[in-house]
T-cell receptor
Framework: DSGVTQTPKHLITATGQRVTLRCSPR?????VYWYQQSLDQGLQFLIQ???????AKGNILERFSAQQFPDLHSELNLSSLELGDSALYFC??????????????FGPGTRLTVL | DAKTTQPPSMDCAEGRAANLPCNHS???????VYWYRQIHSQGPQYIIH???NNETNEMASLIITEDRKSSTLILPHATLRDTAVYYC????????????FGQGTELSVKP
């Protein structure tokens, strides 16, 4: 158990819908990262937040957005869903946001299926 | 894009050492080498990291060549539970904490 929790574990929805994925980082971790893992793209970094502020952005679609709240939990919002958004979405957390050493602890993931 | 190259798959006999190679010929002087693994569809798990010296922890050893252009992750006594995809990652220091995953090596430990 990494200490990172993600809800829900599974999510099945229809095209065009909007969903929210939730992540609670390990106690004391200030950074939260979101990754997407699909069969054809592998593990891709989406976005990072550090202490409530966006720190880095990766291949995140404009239909996707995220935020980190004062209690440090984070939510990833996916809207206008398409079939290709079906994937595993992982959240990870770490103590610090930059620097040479940055061990990230990953949650169990949310499996999103868009029908 | 990932800055590392790994063989797509490897086999290892249970109880033997598993040596997983990684090439990172364009690594910069202040970039670290990280290894993570992903068992089935679970979240990736940190294994070990290093800058230029060899490192060892309870899970594995990391051997980095003197020119830092390649490294080897060693699982000294592989078990069936070590069957996973192993990712070698070079940390891009100035682009935040993100990890850029390549395709990794799928290690199959066989009885």
């Amino acid at each position: 158990d990494s200490g990172v929790t993600q809800t829900p574990k599974h999510l099945i929805t229809a095209t065009g819908q909007r969903v929210t994925l939730r992540c609670s980082p390990r106690s004391g971790d200030l950074s939260v990262y979101w990754y997407q893992q699909s069969l054809d793209q592998g593990l891709q970094f989406l976005i990072q937040y550090y202490n409530g502020e966006e720190r880095a952005k990766g291949n995140i679609l404009e239909r996707f957005s995220a935020q980190q709240f004062p209690d440090l939990h984070s939510e990833l919002n996916l809207s206008s869903l398409e079939l290709g958004d079906s994937a595993l979405y992982f959240c990870a957390s770490s103590v610090i946001g930059t620097g040479g050493f940055n061990e990230q602890f990953f949650g169990p993931g949310t499996r999103l299926t868009v029908l | 894009d990932a800055k590392t190259t790994q063989p797509p798959s490897m086999d290892c006999a249970e109880g033997r050492a598993a040596n997983l190679p990684c090439n990172h010929s364009t690594i910069s002087g202040n970039e670290y080498v990280y290894w993570y693994r992903q068992i089935h569809s679970q979240g990736p798990q940190y294994i070990i990291h290093g800058l230029k010296n060899n490192e060892t922890n309870e899970m594995a050893s990391l051997i980095i060549t003197e020119d830092r252009k390649s490294s080897t992750l060693i699982l000294p006594h592989a078990t069936l539970r070590d069957t996973a995809v192993y990712y070698c990652i070079v940390r891009v220091v100035n682009q935040g904490g993100k990890l850029i995953f390549g395709q990794g090596t799928e290690l199959s430990v066989k009885p």
